[in-house]
């Protein structure tokens, strides 16, 4: 098996400042090219940590991509490391120098000095293209170790993984065909509860159940071998017979894309009313580019359950839509939701059951609640229904 790791650079991302992003991008990538990461490593901007940290790496990683410090500021040391860590003098890339003065020219602009740093690379190394940015990569070998060194800006360096280091890959090993990962995600049971039931489930040999909950939702992985395909498959239905009534969506796909996608093949247009949720409903489905007709944003103030079903009602026929979705204002630790379709509206008043949880994790879940309700008219289940640890304590059907 190959063992690739990742090794992030810099205090931002080492001290918590900044989310790392790019590594669990490349670990799905890899994951879904066969190459599954074995291990990540952070390192500050310390010129020794990172010439010890690559030294040790190399002797035991077959591939190791370096993510981060090759910027034109003082911190900016992976290059400088690498050449330290293999014995050699930093060079010129003379053809690389000439890309960014050209770069800078055609916006108008004249290159600081200190972009030229970005042209220096360890004397024993290939150099990386980097079609969107100045900061070139490099690849070179140090040990039993293939090292990748990659820029940190995401658009940057995920065209360099797709564009240079996976073609590099490919051609140099014989790679594993990628494992199978069937996934659902669920929404209004604990992890605990739904673990409970698919433990006693038989697993075929190298296969595993996984977890991860990420406040509102659970998501179900089964992970293994594509050799075991047909009794991985046998094994998911049994998981979507047990889960069918808290499964959201499977796959990758998201519930606001479902959402999009379903209302978009029926013809229809949504629109929406929000308090408590304060747009945070309207970014989720516009950014999958959900059919709105209309979205707005109220101050919070009191309001019947039966009133908001009303006026969720009239902000349809004011829309001249046959969908609308309404989140009222949190009062008193208790939440109303409305919808409104062609068959009839709905709504359901709920309390959280406790109060460990934040202001944007309560919005979180309020805004699922509202796209499930939706999600299940469409799919003819019953609009109201419980959601764990959230109470449901009224419903109307008018």
């Known amino acids: 098996m190959i063992r690739v790791e990742m090794l992030s650079t810099g205090d931002e991302v080492l001290h918590g400042q900044i989310v790392d992003t790019n590594a669990a991008w490349l670990a799905d990538v890899l994951f879904q090219h066969g190459l599954p990461m074995t291990s990540r490593s ?44 293999s014995g050699v003098e930093l060079v010129l890339h003379q053809g690389w120098l000439d890309n960014m003065e050209a770069w800078f020219a055609s916006r108008g602009r004249t290159m600081a000095a200190s972009n030229r740093k970005q042209a220096e690379i360890p004397a024993n190394a290939e150099m990386l293209d980097n079609p969107v940015g100045t900061a070139c990569g490099f690849a070179l070998r140090l040990n039993r170790c293939w090292i990748f060194f990659t820029p940190g800006v995401p658009s940057e360096f995920k065209v360099m993984v797709e564009q240079q280091i996976l073609p590099r890959l490919k051609q140099q090993f014989e790679l594993p065909e990628p494992p199978l990962c069937l996934r659902l995600t669920t929404f209004g049971r604990g992890e605990s509860d739904i673990a409970a039931e698919l433990e006693p489930l038989a697993l075929p040999e190298g296969a595993v159940m996984g977890y991860r909950s990420s406040m509102p939702i659970i998501e179900i992985k089964l992970t ?25 969506f499977e796959g990758t796909e998201g519930l606001p894309a479902l959402l999009a996608r379903e209302i978009r093949d029926r013809g229809f247009r949504l629109a929406l009313s929000e308090q408590y949720t304060a747009g945070l409903l309207h970014w989720q489905l516009a950014a999958a580019d959900v059919p709105l007709s209309a979205a707005e944003i109220l101050p919070a103030h009191e309001e019947e359950l039966e009133a908001l079903v009303q006026r969720t009602r009239a902000l349809a026929a004011h829309q001249g839509t046959v969908l609308a979705l309404s989140t009222g204002a949190l009062t008193e630790g208790e939440v109303s939701l409305a919808l409104h379709t062609p068959e009839a509206s709905w709504g359901q008043r709920v309390k959280f059951s406790h109060g460990r949880h934040n202001l944007e994790t309560r919005q979180k879940v309020v805004a699922m609640m509202a796209m499930n309700m939706l999600r299940r008219w469409l799919h003819g289940s019953e609009v109201s229904t419980g959601h764990g640890w959230i109470d449901v304590l009224e419903s109307v059907k008018l």
């Open 42 to 85: 952070t390192v500050g901007d310390s010129l020794s940590s990172l010439v010890e940290t690559l030294q040790a790496r190399s002797q035991v990683a077959d591939v190791l991509i370096v993510n981060g410090g090759l910027g034109p500021t003082s911190d900016d040391l992976s290059a400088l490391a690498a050449a330290k860590a």
């Open 224 to 248: 293994g071998p594509a050799s075991q395909r047909v009794a991985m498959e046998q094994v998911w239905r049994q998981v979507r017979l047990l889960l069918a009534e808290c499964t959201i």
